[in-house]
């Protein structure tokens, strides 16, 4: 399989969705989006099982991609409208996913550093990445985590809300190494599954940035750049299990 | 044409995965780790302590399969 056809395909479908949606001026919360949500959802959650399953129990990129696919599945049942209409149990689900989302980078970034590779990436340039991934993620996140934070006394939905905040900055911030373990690897295999799952993260981190333009762009436009990012970095995820699962395949059986 | 190191050779397989500098890192970092020798100096018999080193780094990030088909395959080489 072609790891360069797998960084295209999202940006492709997304760029496609993006016009459809924009030519059928869908409000938001149209059912077409609903669909593209669940449809897209559900190949990230496969797709980063399909990442986990070259590796063995006991190995931290298992749970890393595991984690990941458990996330998105939660996310899909968001989209069942039995479980949409109980707002604790679209509440819970969110509130894991934003969990499992945080914590699979934290695992895989470091099982990286574990394995002794943590040389290849110069320590000053992984700080001021991070610092500054981390400066964007508060800009991002850090108001309505804030906002979260000050309605904890009196509304015991506010720590869902919050919980969710942190989850946000944390994974926001992980793009960082993401990104350098990819350009550290770069022309090598492992630089795809890497590379995509920072593309992925990106395209959340663009996902959070959009609702900056709320009051700026009319609500279809709105909607429309909301649900292609949501369509890219799903689409992301599920080429970056993808791709670890070819990469991770004995290269006397792969493909020619 | 020049003859390649028992590193080089290693450096060159495992940039398939890794890249050809994290690769170079990896091969010097564990030279000097489980050899205590620089990856210049890693002679042939000190070959199969280097590629058992190596194992659990390919591991993790591979997984175990494509790790000890490329490991093997090294060793086989290199012997």
């Not at chain 1, 919980?163 to 770069?186: C, E, K, N, Q």
């Not at chain 1, 333009?213 to 995820?237: E, K, M, N, T």
Request: overall charge positive; some cysteine.
């Amino acid at each position: 399989m072609r790891l360069r056809l797998l960084a295209v395909l999202p940006l492709g479908v997304a760029t496609v969705f993006l016009l459809a949606a924009l030519a059928a001026a869908a409000p938001p919360g149209a059912s077409a989006y609903r669909w593209a949500t669940l449809t897209v959802t559900l190949l990230a959650a496969a797709g980063c099982f399909a990442g986990s399953r070259p590796f063995a129990s006991g190995d931290p990129l298992r749970y890393g991609w595991l984690l990941q696919s458990w996330g998105y599945l939660l996310l899909a049942t968001r989209t069942i409208p039995a479980l949409r209409d109980i707002p604790a149990a679209a509440t819970l689900a969110v509130l894991l996913a934003n969990v499992f989302g945080a914590l699979s980078p934290v695992l895989m970034v470091r099982a990286w550093y574990g394995t002794g590779l943590g040389s290849a990436i110069p320590p000053v340039r992984r700080r001021i990445a991070v610092l500054a991934a981390l400066a964007v993620a508060l800009i991002l996140a850090g108001p309505s985590t804030s906002l979260a934070a000050a309605r904890l006394a009196g509304n015991p939905t506010a720590i869902l809300d919050l919980i969710g905040g942190v989850g946000d900055i944390v994974s926001l911030t992980l793009f960082a190494p993401l990104l350098l373990i990819a350009v550290a690897m770069r022309g090598g295999r492992l630089a795809w599954p890497w590379g995509l799952l920072a593309g992925g993260l990106f395209c959340w981190l663009l996902c959070d940035a959009v609702a900056f333009a709320d009051g700026c762009l009319p609500p279809a436009i709105l909607g429309a750049l909301s649900q292609s990012l949501r369509v890219a970095a799903c689409l992301f995820y599920a080429a970056a299990g993808v791709a670890q699962r070819e990469v991770s395949r004995p290269r006397e059986s792969a493909a020619p | 044409m020049a003859t390649l190191t028992p590193a080089q050779c290693i450096v060159a397989a495992l940039a398939v995965h890794l890249g050809p500098n994290t690769a170079q890192v990896a091969v010097k970092a564990f030279a000097e780790r489980a050899l205590g020798v620089h990856a210049e100096e890693v002679r042939l018999d000190q070959v199969p302590t280097l590629l058992q080193a190596l194992r659990p780094m390919l591991r993790t990030l591979v997984g175990q399969r494509a790790s000890d088909e490329t490991l093997e395959r090294l060793g086989r080489e290199l012997r």
